[in-house]
Each structure stands twice: as structure tokens, then as C-alpha cells.
């Protein structure tokens, strides 16, 4: 079956530093691929996406590429900020997966200290 | 301009006390999910509803149902809440068939559920 496959945390970064999450993915179709981010106490909200290989999801300073030879979705951003402490989940939809569902990764818990 | 709310954001049931949990959407998505998040771990998705079709994960436990009076609400009772239900309750939605290859899930803000 598909499953999402993320480093685990926490990732403690010191404020302008460099970030990125590994993100693998097992999948039996053609899967979308998403990064969503929950802040404390809040839902998740979708990051970025990407629906095809090679794809660049881009948001908020935040980049992830489609490899599909890799079968990866690694997150970066260049530079962080003490906002973007959070906890980042890597996700994928596989084309025949029923109503759109979700197979997430476990999470990576972030902290950005000043 | 909310797009996924769930009412009440936090909720304290008593052991053992029924309880429902709300969602409503603008969004005019066919599709809507109820998960269960415990201590920040993955959510777990619990049902959704595909238009008025209701789909049952086969590990849900039979104290957990749903209810989706119409397109735009949908509901999660919780017939008799144990300490081990206490956790984050996520409400998402999405639309298919797929447009342009956009699957993706919008989620609620979550409603924290106690239970006493």
C-alpha cells in the first residue's frame, strides 16, 4: 500500500538558518504530493503541492520538487523565521485512492529559536 | 472568508456523556473527513463521506459515528467518550472528481475534545 515516509524531528534551527525535511514516498499509481503545516493549537493547512513529476510546489519562501526517479518531496526554505516554527506533514493522494484520501507522514516538529 | 469552521473549538465532555462535534463548509465540496489527532502525531482518518455515502474506516471503533445532513454540514457524535478519546478532532474537505489534478483536503481549525 502508499506510504509517506518523513525525517523525524524536532529540527531545532536557529532564526535565518537553512531548513529542509526529507520526504519518501511509496506509491502504487500517479500520487499528488502535499506538504501541510499545523502551528500550535490549529489545524493543517496545505503548504505547497505538487500533482505530476518534476513539479515545483513553492509557498511562503517554502520550495518542495516532484522526483519521481528519487519517489521524493523534500521541503526546504532558505531562510527561516521564528514563525515557522511548526509541525510539517508530508502527504500523499494517489490517483486511485477512493475520495482523495490522505496517506500522511508522521510529522516533523520544527523549532525556529530566535 | 472561513472556508472549513468547526464548532466549538474546544470541548469538555464527561466520561461516558454523548457529545457532538460540528463542521461546516463554503467551499461546496462533495467530499468531507473526520479525523482524530492525537499529541501531534499524523491524523488518523476516522470516515468521510462521499457525497451522501457514507465510508467507515475499518479500524474506527463503533463509538464513533457521523451524520451529514446536507452538503455543507456534517457531524461527529461520540456516543460514549473514554479517556483514550480525548484529542484533536479535524474536519477536512475536498472535491471530487479531481479538477486539474488538485486532490488536495482543506482542514478546519480542529476542535480540542476533554474528557473528564
Known amino acids: 500500500g502508499d506510504s509517506v515516509t518523513q525525517m523525524e524531528g524536532p529540527v531545532t534551527l536557529s532564526e535565518e538558518a537553512f531548513l529542509t525535511i526529507n520526504c519518501t514516498y511509496t506509491?502504487?499509481?500517479?500520487?499528488?504530493l502535499f506538504w501541510y503545516v499545523q502551528y500550535p493549537g490549529e489545524g493543517l493547512q496545505l503548504l505547497l503541492k505538487?500533482?505530476?513529476?518534476?513539479d515545483k510546489g513553492s509557498n511562503k519562501g517554502f520550495e518542495a520538487t516532484y522526483r519521481k526517479e528519487t519517489t521524493s518531496f523534500h521541503l526546504e526554505k532558505g531562510s527561516v523565521q521564528v514563525s515557522d516554527s511548526a509541525v510539517y506533514f508530508c502527504?500523499?493522494?494517489?490517483?486511485?485512492?477512493?475520495?482523495?484520501?490522505?496517506?500522511f507522514g508522521g510529522g516533523t516538529r520544527v523549532l525556529v529559536k530566535p | 472568508d472561513a472556508m472549513v469552521i468547526q464548532n466549538p473549538r474546544y470541548q469538555v465532555t464527561q466520561f461516558g456523556k454523548p457529545v457532538t462535534l460540528s463542521c461546516s463548509q463554503t467551499?461546496?465540496?462533495?467530499?468531507m473527513y473526520w479525523y482524530q489527532q492525537k499529541s501531534s502525531q499524523a491524523p488518523k482518518l476516522l470516515f468521510h463521506?462521499?457525497?451522501?455515502?457514507?465510508?467507515n474506516e475499518a479500524d474506527t471503533p463503533d463509538n464513533f459515528q457521523s451524520r451529514r445532513p446536507n452538503t455543507s454540514f456534517c457531524f461527529l457524535d461520540i456516543r460514549s467518550p473514554g479517556l483514550g478519546d480525548a484529542a484533536m478532532y479535524l474536519c477536512a474537505t475536498s472535491r471530487v472528481p479531481v479538477e486539474f489534478g488538485s486532490r488536495e483536503q482543506y482542514f478546519g481549525p480542529g476542535t480540542r475534545l476533554t474528557v473528564t
Open positions: 467551499l461546496n465540496h462533495n467530499v
Open positions: 502527504a500523499l493522494s494517489d490517483r486511485w485512492a477512493a475520495g482523495n484520501k490522505l496517506t
Open positions: 506509491a502504487t499509481g500517479y500520487p499528488s
Open positions: 505538487a500533482t505530476k513529476a518534476d
Open positions: 463521506y462521499y457525497d451522501k455515502d457514507f465510508n
